[in-house]
């Protein structure tokens, strides 16, 4: 290769730099997700995945658990019944069968629609 040649690649290496440098955009500040994080109106700490919270009635938000708990209180579930969601903001005590099958005994709806619709607004609100 003559001494010619390589300058020429060497100015077309600098070429493909500048080219380079216009395509790379300034710095863009990257938003961080800002997750809402409430606290739990039935135990009082902060929910970590407000997506896995139970929306209550009055729009306050409750740890999964908790919710589970309190229901389980409420409709007094004494082993082997249990509490369990069945989804749709639904949940269900089950109890026990002679065969020993879960069956439900009692729907109970506990999130609405309009909460969990809601709910997720208020994540997406809270995003940046
Ligand atoms: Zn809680």
Do not use: W
């Not at 009635?57 to 369990?84: A, Q, R, T």
Request: glycine fraction near 4%; include cysteine; hydrophobic fraction near 30%.
């Amino acid at each position: 290769m003559s001494s010619r040649n390589k300058r020429r690649n060497r100015d077309r290496e600098q070429e493909e730099v500048q080219v380079r440098k216009h395509i790379v955009l300034p710095d863009v500040e990257v938003k961080k997700v800002v997750e809402p994080r409430p606290v739990c109106s039935i135990c009082g700490e902060p929910i970590e995945a407000i997506i896995e919270a139970i929306t209550e009635s009055d729009g306050s938000y409750s740890h999964f658990d908790c919710v589970i708990n309190k229901l389980k209180e409420k409709y007094n579930v004494k082993e082997p019944d249990k509490v369990s969601y069945i989804g749709h903001g639904s949940f269900a005590v089950f109890t026990m069968d002679e065969e020993g099958k879960y069956v439900i005994r009692e729907k109970i709806a506990y999130e609405s629609n309009e909460n969990y619709a809601s709910m997720l607004k208020y994540v997406e609100d809270n995003r940046e």
